[in-house]
């Protein structure tokens, strides 16, 4: 069932900056915390005026917003909320001159808050694939269309590798060419031994029974598209969002842009269903460590 996140809501959550800061204060110490320096389990008391809290048995003090992308920000916690809540709320990203003219911030901060955001989107988007998985390649960007198949006639095209665990996550990677040598390892990083793994049958893929995995071929050559579960349907559905979100917002795509684009499209895509959840995951990775 598709959820929404409403601004209301959002505006009831997060109804000043303190509501902001005790949110990051909650992520980095926990629901039940200990004092770092008297190790005691203890309640923190919010130091007024200050982006701090204060041990209520010994007084060390906590500044939750040291190493997080807000410490050095003179752009309030509210506003850096808010921005994240818009990122978790459109289909196609929020262009800088769309956070300038809500947040009432300059442009160069947008642009600013904008990369930041699309970064934490990157590193949350990380994770081991289980289950069911599909795999395949697609030729992305450029202005040729690929009609000689692999390699060929490729050149103005990024080649971007997909995995997607069904019913789950979907990774992407811009890769340099479709060999094996480069197609397998990133497999290996990021599907588990335990899954099941549906491909066509390019020659990349066909030593992945010997890498431990159970792995079926769709036979694309013998005009094949699905035998039972074997198919890649839900990796080609991504492909065509895809390039039609390419299209859509007429971004020039090559090399390290897409790479970060595709961190983005495939971070909302997979929790397109959840905004709530997608909300949750990106202020929470502000605590991870960069
Ligand atoms: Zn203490």
Redesign the pocket.
Known sequence: MPQTYTLFQFLEAYPDDDACLDRIMRMKVGKDPT??????K?TFYRIRKRRAYE??????HVYPCVGTPFEKSRTSLRKWFYAIYLFTTTRHGVPAKELERQLGVTYKTAWRMGHIIRKLMSRVGTQILTGEVEIDESYVGGRRSIKTGRGRGAANKTIVLGMKQRQGPMLTYVIPDVKRATIEPLIMQHVAKTATVYTDEWWAYRKLRWRGYEHFMVAHGKGEYAKGRVHTNSIENFWARLKLSIRGTHIHVSGKHLQKYLAEFSFRYNYRDYPDKMFAMLVGSVALPA
């Open positions: 004092c770092a320096r008297c190790k005691r203890t041990c209520q048995w010994c007084g060390f």
